[in-house]
């Protein structure tokens, strides 16, 4: 059974920094691309930011460009999100979620058929 | 405002058909690029509902089904059930934007 178990968030200042990480079994996890969703209260889903399997490729959002990091630890089975530079608007539901195959071939790209809880990030003096 | 638009809300008796549209344009959905949906049920993560504009996962039922047609997709539901009230999302790739876009969402009613 696939499972991804988000974990890092919490409550943070404006300006400050979290990592997030997210722990993946019951699949060859480098096999796959990864993305990190979120979910702001009561708003709809934001796409923040996607790593190729082998973590050589990394794709984010205009919306956390140059703040936000994706990486992966495949040896560990592990993504994370190391958020910096963090504004009230980054408050929402962090997602961690897998793609059916890598993010994008030649032909199409791919959607997100496993995901994760959620952990809450808020963003609040 | 999101890249791809999607009705705020839709309604519909027990057992009727619905449908939800997600237009996007020529930098997505009009450039080829598959559509997925997803479901997210109150208070739970989102589940993927189609893939690839018109497949289903294994587990979703077969009233559920999705159809692309130049810089729209469609999502379509027969037989409405009360367990069938969530949210539904449409997601795409963006060539212009680098990056995965999702529609603004649309909540199902069911009455």
């Known amino acids: 059974e696939v499972q991804l178990l988000e974990s890092g968030g919490g409550l943070v200042q404006p300006g400050g920094s979290l990592r997030l990480s997210c722990a993946a079994s019951?699949?060859?996890?480098?096999?796959?691309?990864m993305s990190w969703v979120r979910q702001a209260p009561g708003k709809g889903l934001e796409w923040v930011s996607a790593?190729?399997?082998?973590?050589?490729?990394?794709y984010y959002a205009d919306t956390v460009k140059g703040r936000f990091t994706i990486s992966r630890d495949n040896s560990k089975n592990t993504l994370y999100l190391q958020m910096n530079s963090l504004r009230a608007e980054d408050t929402a539901v962090y997602y961690c979620?897998?793609?059916?195959?890598?993010?994008?071939?030649?032909?199409?790209?791919?959607?997100?058929?496993?995901w994760g809880q959620g952990t809450l990030v808020t963003v609040s003096s | 405002q999101s890249v791809l638009t999607q009705p705020p809300s839709v309604s519909g008796a027990p057992g009727q058909r619905v449908t939800i549209s997600c237009t996007g344009s020529?930098?997505?959905?009009?450039?080829?690029?598959?559509v997925h949906w997803y479901q997210q049920l109150p208070g739970t993560a989102p589940k993927l509902l189609i893939y690839?504009?018109?497949n289903r996962p294994s587990g979703v039922p077969d009233r559920f089904s999705g159809s692309k047609s130049g810089t729209s997709a469609s999502l379509a539901i027969t037989g409405l059930q009360a367990e069938d009230e969530a949210d539904y999302y449409c997601?795409?790739?963006?060539?212009?934007?680098?990056?995965?876009?999702f529609g603004g969402g649309t909540k199902l009613t069911v009455l």
């Open positions: 979620a897998k793609h059916y195959g890598g993010y994008c071939s030649s032909t199409t790209c791919y959607g997100l058929d496993q």
């Open positions: 019951g699949f060859s996890f480098s096999s796959y691309a």
């Open positions: 790593i190729s399997g082998s973590g050589g490729s990394t």
């Open positions: 690839g504009n018109t």
């Open positions: 020529s930098s997505n959905i009009g450039a080829g690029y598959d």
């Open positions: 997601q795409s790739y963006d060539s212009s934007l680098s990056g995965s876009v």
